[in-house]
Structures are given as structure tokens and as C-alpha cells.
């Protein structure tokens, strides 16, 4: 099983945009990763993104070039701050593939409870707009496999 991490591409200030919509930086920067990643072919039986804007313009940038086998969807749970033991059950269970578009520190306390155990253990440096890889075995233990960042790309 694949799970992809991303956390959503720069977005306004909420003073400038009470929306936070994503700045014309964070959309060059999602539409540089989305060009590397279209290459790799990736493919998801899931695409969830949470509620929020930024999120949900990140997330559209990123489906135009990933094979979606399912739908992409809008889902609760997904907040900065939401619970993530409930979503690590349901990815464990579900056995699918996944890419999810969150936000911090939603993707870094997600991602250090599969990888060790915990909630706050900060395993990934998470970067806005980059995408980390893991994987899991039949042994249930996870690994990262890559991470892009926009940063990375010129």
C-alpha cells in the first residue's frame, strides 16, 4: 500500500484573503511538482482533501496529473489540527492506495504515528506544496520511499 502526504502549496495570508487561496507562488510551485510527479505515473485509488481552500486548489492542481481510480473527495477530518488516529485506522483497514492533501500539522502528526509510533515524533520535514511517499508491507511497518519538495525543482 502507497500513501502519499502532501501539504498544501503557499497560500494568502487571512487578512489579505479570508479564503486563504493559494498565493500565485504556491500555484507555480504545486504546478512544478505536478510536472515531475506526472512522469512517475502515480497512481491512487483515492484522492481526499480537506475542506479548506487551499487545500482544495491543491489538491485539483495535483489530479490532473495522477490516474485516479476512484474519485477525488472533499473530507472532514482532514483540519490542521483534526485527529489523525482515526484516518491511520482507516488507510490500515481500507488497504488501498492514497494520496491526501492536509495541512500541518495534520501531514507531520499522520505521518510520525505510522512511521514511529507517535504522534509527535516529527519524522518528515514537510515543506508547502511538496509530496512525501510511504509504503507498507505485509508486516504493517511503513517507510518513506521519497519526498519532492518545490524547492527542489528548478
Same mark, same amino acid.
Given at each position: 500500500?502507497?500513501?502519499?502526504?502532501?501539504?498544501?502549496?503557499?497560500?494568502?495570508?487571512?487578512?489579505?484573503?479570508?479564503?486563504?487561496?493559494?498565493?500565485?507562488?504556491?500555484?507555480?510551485?504545486?504546478?512544478?511538482?505536478?510536472?515531475?510527479?506526472?512522469?512517475?505515473? %502515480?497512481?491512487?485509488?483515492? %484522492?481526499?482533501?480537506?475542506?479548506?481552500?487551499?487545500?482544495?486548489?491543491?489538491?485539483?492542481?495535483?489530479?490532473?496529473?495522477?490516474?485516479?481510480?476512484?474519485?477525488?473527495?472533499?473530507?472532514?477530518?482532514?483540519?490542521?489540527?483534526?485527529?489523525?488516529?482515526?484516518?491511520?485506522?482507516?488507510?490500515?483497514?481500507?488497504?488501498?492506495?492514497?494520496?491526501?492533501?492536509?495541512?500541518?500539522?495534520?501531514?507531520?502528526?499522520?505521518?510520525?504515528?505510522?512511521?514511529?509510533?507517535?504522534?509527535?515524533?516529527?519524522?518528515?520535514?514537510?515543506?508547502?506544496?511538496?509530496?512525501?511517499?510511504?509504503?507498507?508491507?505485509?508486516?504493517?511497518?511503513?517507510?518513506?520511499?521519497?519526498?519532492?519538495?518545490?524547492? %527542489?525543482?528548478?
Amino acid at each position: 500500500m502507497k500513501l502519499y502526504l502532501v501539504q498544501h502549496a503557499k497560500a494568502a495570508s487571512k487578512d489579505v484573503d479570508p479564503e486563504r487561496s493559494l498565493t500565485q507562488e504556491g500555484r507555480r510551485d504545486i504546478q512544478k511538482v505536478a510536472a515531475f510527479i506526472k512522469s512517475l505515473n %502515480l497512481s491512487v485509488d483515492n %484522492l481526499w482533501h480537506s475542506t479548506k481552500t487551499r487545500a482544495i486548489q491543491t489538491a485539483e492542481i495535483l489530479s490532473e496529473v495522477i490516474k485516479m481510480n476512484k474519485e477525488k473527495i472533499e473530507r472532514e477530518g482532514l483540519a490542521p489540527n483534526d485527529e489523525v488516529t482515526a484516518i491511520k485506522d482507516e488507510l490500515v483497514a481500507a488497504q488501498q492506495d492514497t494520496m491526501i492533501v492536509s495541512h500541518m500539522p495534520f501531514v507531520s502528526k499522520l505521518a510520525s504515528l505510522l512511521l514511529a509510533g507517535r504522534e509527535f515524533a516529527d519524522t518528515v520535514a514537510f515543506r508547502q506544496g511538496g509530496i512525501v511517499a510511504l509504503s507498507t508491507s505485509e508486516s504493517s511497518q511503513w517507510q518513506i520511499e521519497w519526498m519532492i519538495t518545490p524547492e %527542489l525543482l528548478i
